[in-house]
């Protein structure tokens, strides 16, 4: 399996105990989500090599214990520390109404509040403050800050979502 076929869960950032077991800082609002897993794909110099889940507690606020099977000892634990952890893309738990995971809207369709097409979605670049939708509106990049506020509606039948975008913001990239 690909990093591109899966997302990012977490990483182990420490051990917990002599027998091996390991804490995980999920990337995620809902660690609860994640207390079923039975196997993850850890991020190895090799690529992606799958790890079997014994078993796995919530510990404190966003931290995971975890047992993997074969890591029994402080030193194998050891050697996982800052290892990042991945699932298939197809283990996200659905969202629903206006909520969605960044990948699933590229190449949707933006539209504004009068029904007028924006461009095309191709990507969301949060590397900085503000997560913004980049859009390709005829080969002008335009930038929308993600919030709630500006996102009416999500279709993911049709693959369109419906902004409304402050006075002014598109007239920027004219």
């Known amino acids: 399996m690909f990093k591109e076929d899966c997302?990012?869960?977490g990483t182990i950032v420490k051990k917990y105990s002599f027998r091996g077991e390991l804490l995980i800082k999920l990337d995620t609002d809902s660690p609860k989500s994640y207390l079923n897993l039975d196997?993850?794909?850890?991020?190895?110099?090799?690529?992606?090599?799958?790890y079997f889940i014994t078993e796995t507690k919530l510990h404190k606020s966003r931290l995971l214990r975890v047992k993997f099977e074969g890591?029994?000892?402080?030193s194998k634990a050891g050697e996982l520390i800052n290892k990042n952890l991945f699932l298939?893309?197809?283990?996200?738990?659905?969202?629903?109404?206006t909520k969605f995971?960044?990948?699933?809207?590229?190449?949707?369709?933006?539209?504004?509040?009068?029904e007028k097409?924006?461009?095309?979605?191709?990507?969301?670049?949060?590397?900085?403050p503000?997560?913004?939708?980049?859009?390709?509106?005829?080969?002008?990049?335009?930038?929308?800050p993600v919030h709630d506020n500006f996102i009416r509606k999500l279709?993911?039948?049709?693959k369109k979502i419906y902004l409304n975008i402050p006075d002014g913001l598109l007239d920027i990239f004219k």
Do not use: C, W
């Open 39 to 50: 196997t993850v794909l850890i991020d190895e110099s090799i690529g992606l090599v799958p």
């Open 117 to 128: 097409k924006i461009g095309i979605i191709q990507s969301v670049n949060d590397s900085g």
């Open 88 to 97: 298939p893309l197809d283990k996200l738990p659905k969202l629903k109404g």
């Open 7 to 9: 997302f990012f869960l």
């Open 101 to 114: 995971y960044y990948h699933e809207i590229k190449e949707f369709i933006a539209i504004d509040q009068f």
């Open 71 to 74: 890591v029994n000892s402080e």
């Open 155 to 158: 279709d993911r039948t049709d």
């Open 130 to 144: 503000q997560a913004m939708f980049v859009i390709n509106n005829n080969g002008t990049e335009i930038l929308i």
